[in-house]
């Protein structure tokens, strides 16, 4: 066993605890220790963007095998504001969760962001358009105009410290600029520099202000550049994070992203927690423990539930044996008397009470409980998915588990 | 213990066991008992519209304390359709609630509703022009517009029941035409004659029919009238009903619905149980059971709770002594700091874990959960306000037990 506190002065609550590694690839077994509880990893972090995951309470995340969960400094800071939430308590008190949490920065929804996915974003999927709310980007920081009402407001390192302060997520994560995919090297390299002196700027107003009871993450960009990556990784490691973050554009498609993911990951000091921001694909997730991975968040299980779909795994081949997605449309009309549940191995309460057939029904009424039966699910299915991960890698049967999770699409 | 089951015939799986009659009003206490299982009355009914109680689990329900749901043929019947709901189980398995069950027949809606609220209808609130989508009353029946597709359907005595027998209620309804608050008396009087024959021949379709699976209730008409209400009463008396069901128009203000409603109860057969149809307020209970009313639906709970508003009774007086309604709007800015749950005394979810701020919050940023913990709150509000009316009647408490319920607009 291998207890990891690498800069015990800054963060006396926190250690990242290794408790196995795999000879045979970089994966690890580990828990993250917060004042708010402990995490198993590698986990999933779901997004919970207005300090709400959509449509569930606390006790049902809970139910679902949930440990943490993340919101976004963006949204929040627009809409109630940092101070009436910790004017209520904080995040962990005021949503009901009291377990630990995780917010980012701000900077990825400013800079990246007008409407859209954050995963087809830092997949390189999206145009790269800068959003129109983003007014300018200077040494101090940048400014926007809010989503809500148009009012321009300004965000620097220091700001995001502090409105993450008021937050009081468990976790938090410095400013940096998330390069767009399609921008050159140069500007990338002008941009890592600024966002190293940010991240620098980001440390000293956390050290500043620091009660303890938060943990600072930094932030690795460069883009698909392997000398700029390399930069990056270097400057993360010299300073004294609790944790490194993998953020920015990982290129133009999937094995694109794995060598970036891959590359990165070598260069990092292995004692700390790693993070994989906004990605979270099933496949992607047996990627990334491969190369050393902690935690990893992405939208896509609580957004497509939103949209009428449930995540399933190679189980549901017994039913179509030509499925080849990580999920199925429950909008589909041959769904219309199917008495199944959507996965009869799926322990959540979903699939112990309401059937295909229903959950059709309920999405061609558009009715409420659709949405939250289909999130519900897909939340269950993500821990359990990481359940067998964490056990896959502790028994060396990680590729047994991905045969079973991983529909091919061939 | 008086044990009525008085047309053991044609319901041998059902009874209305009354354990306790009050001597100080018609109050009583009892329990119906269904095939799906057995309901205490007083009892409430909630809406499940659509074969759903919006954004709650049939756990969810369960755990409130909920024992009966009522769904609207109209809506079934037109999506996914009876046949539907028939192949994939019925109703109680194919919602996955497994309880007792009640419809109606399809002709509240058809006949009164084009949009707005049940309870403002048959309280004389509303305009009561005829829904456009109403084609035409013949002695057969009803043709109408689907409000889905404008396709044109038709509905009979005989094809009410085979749409209720499809979808597998405990207890169904004959169909009967609801007349509107402001026609005269001819032609009320001409409707209610056209309802006892449909009346009859929705037993006769019932009769013919039955698997004992379903008990069926008549329906008083009348409007304000006494002496139609009076030929209503004896008509359903004296058919082999196994319940009665009072409806239509009941005035134009609280006072006249609870005239007309004191005068009908005084004409019916007290061994069989009595539902007033699309009533349900928390002081029109009080009224209700009084008179020996045994079951309420009514849409304002679960309905008000996704417009953001929360049941509360008079311990909420504590926070604020001048307030005069059954609810509080979380939206109301006044909830933004506000860290109190709805209800300390409440035992829901909603309650327990998350405050009058958060919902508030959830409220403005438009977020699922909002309206799934409202709907929850309500819910265990109508539960535990039945549960002591219960009570109230069998200690002789129950003008005690309305103090505290009901919050006096004076």
């Given at each position: ?5 690498p800069?015990m002065?800054l963060?006396p ?6 408790t196995?590694?795999?000879?045979s690839?970089?994966a ?7 004042p708010?509880g402990n995490v198993?990893t ?7 963007t207005?300090?709400?995951?959509k449509?569930?309470?606390p006790?049902q995340l809970?139910?679902?095998?949930t440990?943490?969960i993340?919101?976004n400094t ?6 109630p504001?940092?101070?009436t939430v ?21 900077g990825?929804?400013?800079?990246s ?11 390189g ?5 800068r959003?129109?709310?983003l007014?300018?980007?200077h040494?101090d ?7 809500l009402d148009g ?15 008021d937050?009081g ?5 410095v400013?940096?600029e998330?390069t767009?995919?399609?921008v050159?090297?140069?500007?990338t ?8 002196r940010?991240?620098?700027?980001s440390l000293?107003?956390f050290q500043?202000t620091s009660?303890?009871s ?5 932030i ?6 392997e000398d ?6 270097d400057f993360?490691n010299?300073?004294p994070f ?11 498609n ?26 979270g694909?099933v496949?992607?997730?047996?990627h990334?423990v491969?190369?050393?991975?902690d935690?990893?968040?992405?939208v896509?299980?609580?957004r ?7 995540l399933?795994n ?8 030509s499925?080849?997605k990580?999920?199925?449309n429950l909008r589909?009309a ?11 191995q799926?322990?959540?309460?979903t699939?112990?009470t309401l ?5 059709h ?8 409980l ?5 999130t519900?699910h897909n ?8 359940n067998d ?5 502790r ?6 588990v991905?045969?079973?999770?991983v529909?091919?699409?061939?």
């Open positions: 066993m291998n207890w990891c506190s800069t002065n963060y609550k926190f250690s990242f605890h290794q196995y590694k795999s000879p690839s970089k690890r077994i580990g828990q993250l220790v917060t708010h198993d590698p986990a999933f972090i779901f997004c919970g207005k300090a709400t995951v449509g569930v309470f006790s809970r139910a679902a095998g440990q943490i993340l919101s963006y949204h929040l800071m627009l809409q504001g940092s101070h910790k004017q209520n308590g904080g995040l962990q008190k005021w949503t009901g969760w009291n377990g630990p949490m995780f917010t980012d920065s701000g990825f929804q400013i800079f962001l007008g409407h859209g996915s954050v995963a087809a974003e830092v997949k999927q999206r145009n790269t358009q959003p129109k709310t007014l300018k980007i040494e920081g940048a400014t926007f105009k809010s989503y009012k321009v407001h300004k965000l620097t390192p220091e700001s995001s410290i502090q409105v993450q302060k937050l997520a468990d976790l938090i994560v400013l940096d998330c767009p995919f399609h050159d090297k140069t500007y390299a002008s941009s890592l520099h600024r966002t190293h940010w991240g620098k700027r000293q107003a500043d009660d303890e938060q943990a600072l993450y930094g690795i960009q460069g883009g698909i550049y700029l990556r390399k930069i990056g990784a993360v010299d300073q609790f944790a490194h973050a993998v953020g920015g554009s990982l290129g133009k999937k094995s694109q992203m794995q060598d970036v993911v891959s590359y990165t990951m070598s260069l990092l000091d292995p004692s700390r927690p790693v993070h994989l921001l906004g990605i694909g496949e992607d997730i047996f990334g491969r190369q050393g991975i935690t990893f968040d992405c896509h299980p609580t497509i539930a939103r949209h009428g779909c449930a399933v190679s189980d549901y081949l017994q039913y179509d044996s499925h080849r990580d999920h199925i589909n041959r769904f219309v008397h199917d008495t199944h549940p959507i996965d009869d799926c322990p959540c309460e699939c112990h059937t295909r057939g229903y959950i029904h309920l999405l061609k009424a558009h009715e409420l659709a949405m939250n039966a289909l519900l939340i269950t299915f993500m821990n359990r998915l990481l991960v964490r056990d896959g890698i028994s060396e049967t990680l590729n047994t991905e045969q079973r999770w529909i091919s699409r061939a």
